[in-house]
């Protein structure tokens, strides 16, 4: 229970949307990845010595939670905390099984979550009506989003979709069927908020006035460097599944 703490799992998790969402979005992605890698080390470890039982439990119970808490949220880092608690319950899920798809898992989780955070830094996001006017003042940004978050909710051909397509196959062969499509079920209350967020993103049209589609003031030109190493991976992986398995 404190490895599930430290990582934010349910039902030790209502510690982590507060914290995201009273921090800089710089901060919030420095909690939903570098500060991971500790206790999942640990986790990776241990594994093999912890009772299944409980590892899919919490497993399970996180991602109903991270997919049902993020239903009602309009503010992007408690979005992005909650998904952040759901990839966790996927890693949980899988940890005692096979760890090298838990490390796949890990590091197309830190990936994606980087894309989409370094999206928000860079176009100033703060809460769901902040997205409306996003196609106007940067289309590129808009696009890369709405990718990023359909690669979060698992939808193929995206990046997103190996790690549960690796860990329901595992599950499966494992004869935990209804631990599987408990899974599916949890996945479909997050992929609900995905769509929802990429929706406001992408096919909400704010009015076409000057003040929406020029700023009032010129801002710091952010550096591009991490979203442009990160949104490949984020998109263009599944073709080589084989090789990272």
Do not use: C
């Amino acid at each position: 229970m404190a490895l599930a703490m430290k990582l934010g799992l349910a039902p030790a998790h209502f510690w982590l949307p507060e914290v995201l969402q009273g921090s800089t979005t710089t901060t919030a992605l420095v909690i939903s990845t570098w500060q991971k890698l500790a206790p999942l080390t640990l986790l990776y470890m241990t594994a093999n010595n912890l009772p299944p039982a409980l590892l899919l439990t919490l497993g399970a119970l996180s991602t109903f939670v991270g997919g049902w808490g993020g239903l009602n949220q309009t503010q992007l880092r408690k979005i992005m905390a909650f998904s952040s608690v759901a990839h966790l319950g996927w890693i949980m899920t899988i940890s005692f099984l096979l760890t090298n798809i838990m490390t796949l898992n890990l590091i197309i989780y830190i990936i994606m979550t980087t894309t989409m955070f370094s999206t928000l830094i860079l176009s100033n996001l703060k809460t769901i009506k902040d997205t409306t006017t996003l196609s106007n003042t940067s289309p590129t940004h808009t696009a890369l989003m709405a990718l990023a978050l359909l690669s979060l909710g698992g939808l193929p051909p995206l990046s997103g979709f190996i790690p549960k397509w690796l860990i329901l196959e595992e599950l499966t062969n494992q004869n935990l069927t209804p631990i599987a499509f408990l899974m599916v079920m949890a996945a479909l209350l997050s992929l609900f908020f995905y769509l929802r967020l990429m929706y406001t993103t992408t096919m909400t049209l704010a009015p076409n006035t000057t003040t929406s589609t020029h700023k009032w003031r010129f801002t710091q030109q952010k550096s591009t460097t991490l979203t442009s190493l990160t949104a490949p991976l984020t998109l263009l992986l599944l073709p080589t599944t084989q090789m990272l398995t």
